[in-house]
């Protein structure tokens, strides 16, 4: 699953294989929607394990390259902070 968001939407024309409708072997003109994706960069990943009652987050593993840029955004004043977010998950 990623983040993207309908930019529109047009038309195709496809032929339907469906034996035994009425449209088989028929070209048919659809609906599309147009998505748009902004690029995205891994961060990390979580690991879950299933328990009795649902999934549970077992580890959390992070890229040790993280951007400036990228750390800014987890602190909510990031110029009054010491900026020491993910510095133990660097080599």
Do not use: N
């Not at 968001?5 to 038309?11: F, I, S």
């Not at 992070?62 to 998950?89: D, I, M, N, P, V």
Request: with cysteine.
């Amino acid at each position: 699953a990623f983040m993207s968001y309908k930019a529109g939407m047009t038309h195709i024309v496809r032929d339907v294989d469906r034996p035994g409708s009425k449209l088989h072997k028929k070209e048919v003109a659809e609906a599309v929607s147009v998505l748009e994706a902004p690029p995205m960069v891994v961060v990390g990943f979580v690991g879950y394990v299933e328990t009795p009652r649902g999934l549970r987050a077992l580890t959390t593993v992070w890229a040790g390259h993280l951007s400036e840029e990228c750390k800014r955004r987890f602190y909510k004043a990031w110029h009054r902070s010491k900026q020491k977010a993910f510095t133990k998950y660097q080599k």
